[in-house]
């Protein structure tokens, strides 16, 4: 018996033994995992933003051009990530309802090739996906930490305030080492895209004026780059752009004024927080009145501008608004091949080569609203893909809403409330035709 008992003994240490020299291998092999810092990652968009047709004669247009950088350098960097990973047997790829549905229409878009009208435009536009499609896999990589937020916040304002800075010089002072097809337009060559920017990127300052402890410099230059990006909204004048812009500011707004209960754990002020806005918005409001020329009153540009958008609104195809001709059209084009469309990035070939090309406006790159396009490239089941991407999006905010606390829950405020300004913009322009990852 004893003997039983002392063989039991053996047995039970060297179970033991075993499950400790079983961790230590996992804790190794988890040593050997690399994660990508997210600077990498979140440098990226102020390089996008940076770069455009600054040569003279250009290269290529501003839109190529990012799009070429985008994609260099996100495949490179996915590429050392999985070289570095290459002994790894720990890295796995989750997936959710809203993962899937996005795989989902990669593969379809993908597979596109095979029925493509034109091959060469799907080509340009898979590049895009395919950096996309990167940038997916690499974040999963990133720790999700304080720091690592920060870091992407502040890399993506300061993103924003590139382009800011480069339309205010244009529009103030006339600017003019980039070529451009609208006035100001940044480096992008076109003042819907550069809106796009301001559209994600203006509130983000507000993350970290809400922090507690910050410095009196960083609490100067987020108040002061909100200022320069709402500033440069106004003078792109384009009215999609202003209209998310308001629907953000509202949303935000009723969101502080709402979140009574948890606003404690997330919102610290301080008279030197106050001081900055007061000068920033006093800023905000004379660059609004100025121009290359000198004063212009600028409620003579908005009513100007907010008259346009009760026109538009109110018109109709057979008037000659211009994107009622192009939705018209595409309609027509959407209903001829509903069900697997026309290939990814063949909407300007179909336009203007197809039966349902309106000799008014010839040339039409984009249909000027987003989901439209998709579906035209893409047909009924991209719908079907996005629309159920955008409930299983609604509910998981939802949650994040319902459960998170402190400075996480002001950020994701504040990328719900920038996400829904995007897509009310992508229904009357093409800010998902941008370059990954703006």
């Known amino acids: 018996m004893g003997k039983k008992s002392r063989n039991k003994r053996i047995r039970e240490k060297e179970k033991l033994a075993a499950n400790h020299s079983s961790a230590e291998s996992v804790s190794i092999i988890n040593s050997e995992t690399y994660e990508i810092p997210a600077f990498w990652i979140a440098i990226s968009i ?3 933003c940076i770069v455009g047709a600054w040569t003279t004669p250009a290269v290529a247009t501003p839109m190529e051009l990012k799009s070429y950088a985008s994609q260099i350098y996100l495949s490179g960097l996915l590429l050392i990530w999985m070289w570095i990973n290459k002994n790894s047997h720990t890295n796995n790829l989750n997936f959710s309802f809203t993962r899937l549905c996005l795989g989902l229409l990669f593969l379809f878009g993908t597979m596109s090739i095979i029925w493509a009208s034109n091959a060469h435009f799907w080509v340009y536009k898979w590049n895009k996906w395919f950096a996309a499609l990167s940038i997916f896999l690499l974040a999963f990589q990133v720790k999700q930490s304080r720091d690592n937020l920060n870091t992407l916040i502040a890399l993506t304002t300061v993103g924003g305030l590139i382009v ?16 451009q097809t609208s006035f100001p337009s940044s480096t992008f060559g076109n003042g819907n895209m550069a809106g796009q920017v301001v559209v994600l990127t203006f509130l ?15 609490i100067w230059f987020y108040a002061i780059s909100a200022a320069l990006l709402l500033t440069y909204a106004y003078y792109t004048r384009t009215r999609a752009v202003w209209l998310s812009c308001f629907l ?40 609004v009145n100025l121009n290359m020329n000198g004063f212009q009153p600028f409620w003579s540009v908005a009513a100007t501008e907010l008259s346009s958008i009760a026109d538009a609104v109110g018109s109709s195809a057979a008037e000659g608004e211009i994107r009622y001709i192009i939705w018209e059209s595409t309609l027509e084009i959407i209903k001829d091949k509903i069900l697997f469309g026309y290939g990814l990035g063949n909407f300007f070939d179909v336009y203007n080569t197809g039966a349902h090309t309106d000799f008014r406006i010839l040339g039409v790159q984009r249909v000027h609203n987003d989901i439209m396009e998709l579906i035209v490239e893409l047909g009924a089941g991209s719908a079907i893909l996005l629309a159920a991407f955008i409930v299983g999006m609604c509910v998981v905010l939802y949650k994040l809403f319902l ?33 990954v990852p703006l």
């Open 204 to 218: 983000l300052p507000l993350y970290f004026l809400f922090q507690e402890n910050l410095t009196k410099p960083k």
């Open 164 to 179: 800011a800075v480069i339309g205010i010089l244009q529009y103030l002072f006339g600017f003019s080492v980039i070529p």
């Open 248 to 287: 953000e500011i509202g949303l935000i707004g009723i969101f502080i004024l709402l979140d009574k209960k948890r606003r404690t754990a997330w919102l610290f002020w301080s008279k030197e927080k106050t001081r900055a806005c007061i000068f920033s918005i006093a800023a905000f409001s004379l660059l």
């Open 46 to 48: 102020p390089l996008v």
């Open 403 to 435: 459960y998170s606390e402190g400075y996480k829950r002001i950020l994701y405020a504040l990328l719900a409330t920038a996400i829904t300004g995007s897509m009310l913009n992508a229904q009357v322009s093409f800010p998902y035709q941008l370059p």
